[in-house]
């Protein structure tokens, strides 16, 4: 069983930053694959960033060249760097993790076995 705790949301002024952090229990987080998403009122469930094991990284193109996406395998933590924030942003962001194989298919929510309690990131304008 793996757990996930979210941390690092808040309120942030348009065009602000925040980094939230993930960190995860178990002994071989090194070899998940870790992804973000978060879900507005009234919406989906929606990709913002992955990261496999190999380091190779994914981004939903609302966020592609704002967000980052990294790790760190000492500290059994992924990060989502968020920069140039935006109202369309708010969301409950969520960290969850494969432990198995991450297709293609990185985007979709049930590629992910685990997941945290979310954190809330508010942008306001």
């Known amino acids: 069983q793996v757990q996930l705790v979210e941390s690092g949301g808040g309120l942030v002024q348009a065009g602000g930053s925040l980094r939230l952090s993930c960190a995860a229990s178990g002994r071989t987080f090194s070899s998940y694959a870790m992804g973000w998403f978060r879900q507005a009122p009234g919406k989906e469930r929606d990709f913002v960033a992955a990261i496999r094991w190999s380091g190779n990284t994914y981004y939903a193109h609302s966020v592609k060249g704002r967000f980052t996406i990294s790790r760190d395998n000492a500290k059994n933590t992924v990060y989502l760097q968020m920069n140039s924030l935006k109202p369309e942003d708010t969301a409950v962001y969520y960290c969850?993790?494969?432990?198995?194989?991450?297709?293609?298919?990185?985007?979709?929510?049930?590629?992910?076995?685990?997941w945290g309690q979310g954190t809330q990131v508010t942008v306001s304008s």
């Open positions: 969850a993790a494969n432990g198995a194989y991450l297709s293609s298919n990185y985007y979709l929510p049930n590629e992910y076995h685990y």
